[in-house]
């Protein structure tokens, strides 16, 4: 199987692009049933494992709690969820799948020495609905690389899928460089009787989303890994495979702007913007930043800002508020004046003048509680804050620059319920399976329900990884 | 009923952070903004409960951290992550500057740099007085006479002396390492009183040292793939120890209660208690030090003071020499063994202020804080 030969051939069973959740997942299952496998990821080992790496929970439906998940979460609350995030824009038979499947999840990562816990502090809303991972994603990654080296599942690491050979639908062989960031790298040849794509998005080509967004992308952060850069998702494109979802759609939060340009990560989140006011560049606000709980809204923001010049806001709080909010990773800018606030945060500091105090004078409401949806709004204000609102006007004020921060893109490539690749004239590819990111669209439309990337990768990968196997073992 | 024992309030001055605090409260600032490892051990939930965190926070949190390793191999933001958070070494280090920074007296903590020459050349300045010691002030027949009979070893050294030598150090190191934990326990701010049911969790956690498995995930100690070789081999050190404690004051009991003189028969207690602890306090610190040399590279404290090292050596010296002692006490070698395993043993006593000893103590402070300052959060 393993044998080198020609120079720089290799021969597997089943050879799986991408390890993350949705790869790993589907490298076990198949190893399991005694196929040979093979993993190619693009990153060195120590940036193994994608955005994986970067969660922490997954939501699982279930009957009821079991000590940790506090309560049941049936599967018609979660496909009522889930239509009502995504407008009912999913493809029904896949999203009743992947609900009903993601049942057995718990105890199949659980069997792969996944451990749990009870949901995080400050995330208690999710501790009924969504499984958190022991030491989070890159916990439950190892323990899933651990358990595909022990099924004999190989591993190319810092190797990059760079073309596909696919004739009619059918994937023959794939050339892949190893060492591809160094003056030396190394091209070589794998041959598989099955592929299974779990490269991700390319949330992480600034091309790519430049041409859905424009320049504009240009200033966008990306959160997770920059080794999603699509390439394995354009060559299948190319290849006859059909599309699902459009370029733009994608999850998108406000997240820190002094976060690096990658892999920042859940810690660059922040969660302040009900309590204050957002400015724009300009010292404008632009939307209703108490119009829900932040769960619930940090999913919007994201575009609100990509839509704003220069791509930036600014939140401005005052010291009522600061310790409101789970703590931020950079510490916020900080005056004893608004004016002295402005100039610090680069912007016209009578704009940013004006705009508090318009919106100080609009506040109405005194019963202030960030747990429920109070009385404090503003009256006669455009745009208005329909909740939280309180004067800003106990120094030290506080200000966070915000930037959009990608998670993952939603254009991937239309599968069916055996995870298998469809074809743009319609029929079903004999070899080509994909799971996670790269075909999360077929599920999510649009909108985002947390945790769920994950369930679609854990689901999709044992579909991917058995039907694999089973085309081989035929 | 909460029964309490009150704690004193005293105040202490602030000192500015050192490089390894603030470094310390720089990657816990990250850890609170993400969480992830809340699960694996207590310093974690402890950290979640400052918002801001000082030095002395961070000296808490240090002594908390068992080294289980699991926050190393499951952090997104080790290195190479810009980030670079490495919450197992920076603890590591930390908390090796704790003991310096409590110790009594102030000016000793040098010792703490460079640990294991220092605690090396103590013993071997303690062996060797002893051994000229004895060959001054007893004469030969007497060092060279094989004695198992009772008395014997009171030929070598009269009863009282070593009584009271012993006694002596013993003690001084005792109110001594009392004063460095004592500093320690109120540098992180009093709390009031602390209830039974705190000292008896901390007790619970400390014998089973629970904080050793990454939360159920199992201990990374020396490499990802879990494993309980640490926690073997630390109880079979622990418990050794205790038992080498009992087996004395047992043999203290004896000659001051029974008035019966060692060296005691096999079946006594405190040769049987002093066997199977010493035997113990072999294979325990052997296997630490084999874990030792395998640990990871991100647990390591840097720099290397040498620390652990030095005191499993002591703790091996000090086993191998009394369990020597015990089986050839009827040769002519017994007065130089004596000589030897009464040198070490002072030398472990001594250094025991100022060395790896003092973990277990500060170790015990923390875990007591922590079983206290949550059931209060719950509360
Ligand atoms: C900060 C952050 C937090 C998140 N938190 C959660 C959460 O808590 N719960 C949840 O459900 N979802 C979460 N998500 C979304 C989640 O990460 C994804 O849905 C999920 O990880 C996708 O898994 P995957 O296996 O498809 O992709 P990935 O885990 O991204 O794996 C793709 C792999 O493919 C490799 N690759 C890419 N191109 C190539 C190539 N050409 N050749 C070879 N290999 C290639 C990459 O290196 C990578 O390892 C989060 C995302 C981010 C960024
Ligand atoms: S060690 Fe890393 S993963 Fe764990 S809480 Fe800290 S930053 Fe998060
Ligand atoms: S090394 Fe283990 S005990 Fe120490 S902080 Fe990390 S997880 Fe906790």
């Known amino acids: 199987m393993t044998d080198a030969e020609p120079e720089n051939l290799s021969r597997f069973h089943v050879l799986v692009a991408g390890g993350g959740n949705a790869g790993l997942c589907a490298a076990i299952t198949a190893a399991r049933s005694g196929v040979s496998v093979c993993v190619v990821e693009a990153a060195p080992r120590a940036w193994r494992g994608g955005n994986t790496r970067h969660t922490r929970n997954m939501r699982v439906a279930h009957e009821e709690g079991n000590g940790i998940l506090t309560g049941p979460y049936p599967v018609d609350e979660y496909m009522d969820d889930l239509m009502r995030v995504t407008d009912g824009q999913t493809n029904l038979e896949l999203a009743e799948l992947t609900i009903n499947a993601s049942q057995e999840l718990w105890d199949f990562l659980a069997e792969q020495g996944v451990h749990y816990q009870p949901s995080l502090g400050g995330t208690l809303s999710l501790g009924r609905t969504n499984a958190f991972f022991l030491g989070g994603g890159r916990s439950m990654l190892n323990a899933l690389y651990r358990t595909a080296e022990s099924l004999g599942v190989t591993f190319f690491y810092d190797t990059k899928v760079v073309s596909l050979d696919i004739e009619n639908g059918f994937f023959e062989s794939c050339e892949v460089v190893s060492q591809w960031q160094s003056d030396q790298p190394e091209t070589r040849k794998l041959e598989a009787r099955a592929f299974i794509a779990a490269a991700g998005g390319f949330e992480a080509n600034i091309e790519w989303l430049k041409e859905a967004w424009g320049p504009a992308a240009e200033n966008f952060l990306i959160r997770g890994t920059p080794y999603n850069r699509g390439a394995v998702l354009k060559q299948l494109l190319n290849a006859g495979v059909a599309s699902v979802g459009d370029a733009k759609q994608c999850h998108a939060v406000a997240i820190d702007g002094r976060a690096p340009k990658f892999d920042g990560g859940i810690v660059t989140r922040l969660d302040c913007v009900p309590f204050g006011v957002v400015l724009n560049a300009n010292g404008q606000r632009f939307y209703d930043e108490g119009e829900d709980f932040w769960p619930k809204r940090y999913a919007i923001w994201g575009r609100l800002i990509a839509a704003q010049p220069d791509q930036v806001g600014h939140v401005i709080i005052d010291s009522k508020s600061i310790e409101l909010f789970m703590p931020s990773v950079f510490p916020p800018l900080q005056a004893d004046s608004l004016e002295q606030l402005a100039v610090e945060m680069g912007i016209d500091s009578t704009a940013v003048s004006q705009t508090v105090n318009q919106f100080n004078q609009a506040c109405r409401g005194s019963n202030f509680d960030h747990t429920v949806h109070d009385d404090c709004h503003t009256e006669a204000l455009e745009p208005p804050k329909s909740h939280w609102a309180r004067p800003i006007d106990t120094p030290p004020y506080y200000a966070y620059t915000l930037r959009p921060g990608i998670t993952f893109t939603y254009l991937g490539v239309k599968v069916d319920k055996d995870a298998r690749m469809i074809m743009h004239n319609g029929s079903t590819s004999g070899n080509l399976f994909a799971a996670g990111e790269i075909m999360a669209g077929n599920v999510l439309g649009q909108g985002y329900l947390a945790g769920i990337g994950m369930t679609i990768g854990s689901v999709f990968g044992r579909i991917a990884g058995s039907t694999a196997a089973a085309i081989v073992r035929n | ?379």
Request: charge should be positive.
């Open chain 2, 1 to 379: 009923m909460k029964t309490s024992i009150p704690i004193k309030e005293i105040s202490v001055p602030k000192a500015a952070p050192s490089n390894a605090q603030s470094e310390a409260v720089r990657q816990m600032g990250v850890c609170n903004a993400c969480r992830y490892c809340e699960g694996l051990c207590a310093v974690f939930p402890a950290m979640e409960l400052r918002r801001q965190l000082t030095g002395p926070d961070v000296d808490y949190l240090a002594n908390l951290c068992h080294s289980c390793g699991a926050c190393h191999f499951d952090c997104q933001y080790a290195q190479p992550h810009e980030f670079a958070i490495e919450i197992p070494a920076v603890m590591a280090n930390l908390r090796e500057e704790t003991y310096a920074r409590h110790v009594w007296p102030g000016a000793l903590a040098p010792v703490f740099e460079r640990n294991g020459i220092w605690i090396a050349s103590i013993t071997a300045i303690s062996v060797a007085l002893f051994l000229v010691g004895f060959i001054v002030f007893t004469d030969a027949s007497v060092l060279f006479a094989s004695g198992s009979e009772e008395g014997a070893f009171y030929r070598v050294m009269p009863h009282n002396a070593m009584a009271g030598l012993f006694g002596a150090v013993f003690l001084y190191s005792i109110v001594a390492i009392c004063l460095g934990v004592r500093s320690f326990w109120h540098s992180t701010g009093s709390q009031g009183s602390v209830s039974w049911r705190s000292l008896w969790q901390a007790s619970k956690n400390a014998a089973t040292l629970r904080y050793l498995d990454g939360g159920g995930m199992g201990c990374m100690h020396e490499s990802e793939e879990p494993s309980n070789r640490k926690r073997i081999a630390h109880h079979f050190t622990f418990y050794g120890f205790l038992l080498c404690l009992a087996s004395t004051t047992s043999g203290t009991l004896m000659h001051y209660v029974f008035g019966v003189q060692a060296p005691y028969p096999w079946w006594s207690p405190t040769v049987v208690l002093g066997t199977i602890g010493g035997i113990g306090l072999i294979i325990g610190p052997v296997g630490l030090l084999r874990v030792k040399r395998e640990q990871i590279d991100a647990l390591k404290a840097k720099p290397s003071r040498g620390m652990d090292v030095a005191f499993l050596y002591m703790l091996i010296a000090t086993s191998v020499t009394g369990l020597l002692l015990l089986v050839l006490r009827a040769t002519p070698a017994m007065g130089l063994l004596l000589a030897v395993h009464l040198g070490v043993v002072f030398a472990l006593f001594i250094s025991m202020p100022y060395g790896k000893f003092v973990h277990g103590l500060y170790r015990y402070a923390a875990l007591m804080r922590h079983a206290h300052e949550q059931a209060q959060h719950k509360a």
